[in-house]
């Protein structure tokens, strides 16, 4: 797998408990078990949606 840049979630909260995204590669992880990361093909149209709300 290609090494990617992962950013976390502006809601994140101060016990670390968010999820963070890589953008281009379509990955998401959760930054207490970052060694899981799952494919999410749908991310960028999710994107779009939540910042339309």
């Known amino acids: 797998m290609t090494r990617a ?3 976390k979630s502006s809601y994140s909260n101060p016990n670390q408990n968010c999820v963070e995204v890589a953008r281009g590669l379509d990955l998401l992880r ?3 078990a970052p060694e899981r990361t799952l494919p999410a093909p749908g991310l960028p149209a999710l994107v779009r949606w939540v910042k339309a709300r």
């Open 5 to 7: 840049d992962f950013r």
């Open 30 to 32: 959760d930054s207490k």
